[in-house]
Antibody, heavy 124, light 110 residues
Framework: QVQLVESGGGVVQPGRSLRLSCAAS????????VHWFRQGPGKGLEWVAT????????YYRDSVKGRFTISRDNSKNTLYLQMNSLRGEDSAVYYC?????????????????WGQGTLVTVSS | QSALTQPPSVSGSPGQSVTISCTGT?????????VSWYQQPPGTAPKLIIY???NRPSGVPDRFSGSKSGNTASLTISGLQADDEADYYC??????????FGTGTKVTVL
């Protein structure tokens, strides 16, 4: 069955870095675009970043551009999020999610499987 | 990247219907049929319940239905059941190649 398992969360001081990982299994990882989302404490869902199936296209929300980098290793079936210059407002549960695919390389714009999330707390 | 507007809460008795609105702009909801809905019970990950405005993934009951008119999408839950209690979020792809979520709606079954 499809599984997405996030790891790498924790407590980090403002200005420091953290790298999140998302291990995928149960499907052909290299066929799917994948995304990072986050949800602050008591807040709503927020899209963070997207990477295409081949890693050639990347998109970010404005508030993380220049600080966060999304990447993937299709040989390891793993998605990453490198987070630098962390701020208090980055504190959240971070989820990875798979975008559904009908034709490889063509977006479908919806997310059919989600991981359980990993908590990032930015605090001094 | 302003969030789409949803009512904070809706409620209904078992068996009744409730509708959640999701209002955006011509740059997101109004531009394409790229609207999806997610159900999130407390303490769990979101689950896809509607995609492309009105399509249901396999396994999602037909009590859940979606529609769109102009810049507003809607989710209707018919025959409300106790396990429908959750937060619900709409999501739209945007003309800027980003995604925007709604503010979220808490559904309470009375």
């Amino acid at each position: 069955q499809v599984q997405l398992v996030e790891s790498g969360g924790g407590v980090v001081q403002p200005g420091r870095s953290l790298r999140l990982s998302c291990a995928a299994s149960g499907f052909t990882f290299s066929s799917h675009a994948v995304h990072w989302f986050r949800q602050g404490p008591g807040k709503g869902l927020e899209w963070v970043a997207t990477i295409s199936n081949d890693g050639n296209r990347k998109y970010y929300r404005d508030s993380v551009k220049g600080r966060f980098t999304i990447s993937r290793d299709n040989s390891k079936n793993t998605l990453y999020l490198q987070m630098n210059s962390l701020r208090g407002e980055d504190s959240a549960v971070y989820y990875c999610a798979r975008e559904n695919v009908v034709v490889i390389g063509t977006p479908t714009f919806y997310f059919d499987h989600w991981g359980q999330g990993t908590l990032v707390t930015v605090s001094s | 990247q302003s969030a789409l507007t949803q009512p904070p809460s809706v409620s209904g008795s078992p068996g009744q219907s409730v509708t959640i609105s999701c209002t955006g702009t011509s740059s997101d909801v109004g531009s394409y049929n790229r609207v999806s809905w997610y159900q999130q019970p407390p303490g769990t990950a979101p689950k896809l319940i509607i995609y492309e405005v009105s399509n249901r993934p396999s396994g999602v009951p037909d009590r859940f239905s979606g529609s769109k008119s102009g810049n507003t999408a809607s989710l209707t839950i018919s025959g409300l059941q106790a396990d429908d209690e959750a937060d619900y979020y709409c999501c739209s792809h945007t003309s800027g190649s980003t995604y925007v979520f709604g503010t979220g709606t808490k559904v309470t079954v009375l």
